[in-house]
Nanobody, 127 residues
Framework: QVQLVESGGGLVQAGGSLRLSCAAS????????MGWFRQAPGKEREFVAA????????YYGDAVQGRFTISRDNAKNTVYLQMNSLKPEDTAVYYC????????????????????WGLGTQVTVSS
């Protein structure tokens, strides 16, 4: 029903910035909870950021709080992740996710709350 495609990943030096995009197709998701997760080799999938609905409250993982910002453009069916002050430990594959149902705020941090996922985009931060 919904397809998500991430883009904008690449190689950046520590302290630099990168902006990821997640384009949705199939159906509009303006009212769907949206989130970003990441996974580094040998590590578990980690919550990065989420927004419940358009204009809703945002939530961030402890490791990225104050450095990353999630936003969405409903007209373009796109969600963004602005990443600033990047660190080598931010290196991972970043995944965009969406839920087809309403999700309570505490559950936005759980990957199991989302039923649509993109294929991911690689972000590499060099030291």
């Amino acid at each position: 029903q919904v397809q998500l495609v991430e883009s904008g990943g690449g190689l950046v030096q520590a302290g630099g910035s990168l902006r990821l995009s997640c384009a949705a197709s199939g159906r509009t998701f303006s009212s769907f909870p949206m989130g970003w997760f990441r996974q580094a080799p040998g590590k578990e999938r980690e919550f990065v950021a989420a927004r419940g609905t358009s204009g809703g409250t945002t939530y961030y993982g402890d490791a990225v709080q104050g450095r990353f910002t999630i936003s969405r453009d409903n007209a373009k069916n796109t969600v963004y992740l602005q990443m600033n002050s990047l660190k080598p430990e931010d290196t991972a594959v970043y995944y965009c996710a969406a839920s087809s149902t309403w999700v309570s705020a505490p559950l936005l941090r759980r990957a199991t709350s989302y039923d649509y996922w993109g294929l991911g985009t690689q972000v590499t931060v060099s030291s």
